[in-house]
């Protein structure tokens, strides 16, 4: 079984500062590790992920993450920040290639604030 | 990537009665899934629904109160039976392809 943790649940920051959104997660096997946005009132859109090969990944919207195996983290960044990117972040994992499982496990999400 | 549609976008509902939504994929995918997210908090699995075989529900859901249909390949409904106020959600339908799982629109249901 897998678990993530989003260390933040709520993240306020000014228009144009950088921000990172903090991502964890736990397995005993090899993982694939997501992000996803949720606008108000919207589902859930793909922003970034990583399957394998190099670990920082880049997304949609400016948004990056790094896979950090050692740390088991996959955190979230983006150098300059828009009042259109307040919305809430979601991490996610699932297990890698052979692992037999597709079950989709989320963090608790973070919301962002982004303040003009 | 996939283009998923739901429906209804939203309803508002009186206890006791049920509420069927749909979901639409613009390709033929293997695996669906239907998640619930209530108000403030992150996703939960409901069920996997997978095309010719009876879906599989998570703990904590059953199929008395989340039937779901899987008629072919592109095309699933969850209908939420015997609602109370505490169906109050957002169900979101979701597809994987590869290794990626993409998310539909979403219903907001609130019960009253």
């Known amino acids: 079984a897998q678990s993530v943790t989003q260390l933040d649940s709520q993240v306020p920051v000014f228009e144009e500062a950088p921000v990172e959104l903090r991502c964890n997660y736990s397995?005993?096997?090899?993982?694939?590790l997501f992000w996803y946005v949720q606008y108000p009132n919207q589902g859930l859109q793909l922003l970034l992920k990583y399957l394998s090969g190099s670990t920082l990944v880049k997304g949609i919207n400016g948004f990056e993450a790094e896979f950090n195996k050692s740390q088991t983290s996959f955190h979230l960044r983006k150098p300059s920040v828009h009042i259109s990117d307040t919305a809430e972040y979601f991490c996610?994992?699932?297990?890698?290639?052979?692992?037999?499982?597709?079950?989709?496990?989320f963090g608790k999400g973070t919301k962002l604030s982004v303040i003009p | 990537s996939a283009v998923i549609s739901q429906k209804p976008s939203r309803d508002i509902c009186q206890r006791g009665t049920s509420l069927t939504i749909q979901c639409q994929v613009d390709?033929?995918?293997?695996?669906m899934f239907w998640y619930r997210q209530q108000p403030g908090q992150s996703l939960t699995l409901i069920a996997t629904a997978n095309q010719g075989s009876e879906a599989t529900y998570e703990s904590g859901f059953v199929i008395d109160k989340f039937p779901i249909s899987r008629p072919n390949l592109t095309f699933s409904t969850l209908t939420v039976s015997n609602m109370s106020p505490e169906d109050s959600s957002i169900y979101l339908c979701?597809?994987?392809?590869?290794?990626?799982?993409?998310f539909g629109p979403g219903t907001r249901l609130l019960v009253l």
């Open positions: 979701s597809v994987r392809l590869g290794e990626t799982q993409y």
């Open positions: 397995s005993s096997v090899s993982v694939y």
């Open positions: 390709s033929q995918v293997t695996m």
């Open positions: 996610a994992v699932t297990q890698g290639p052979g692992a037999g499982s597709y079950q989709l496990t």
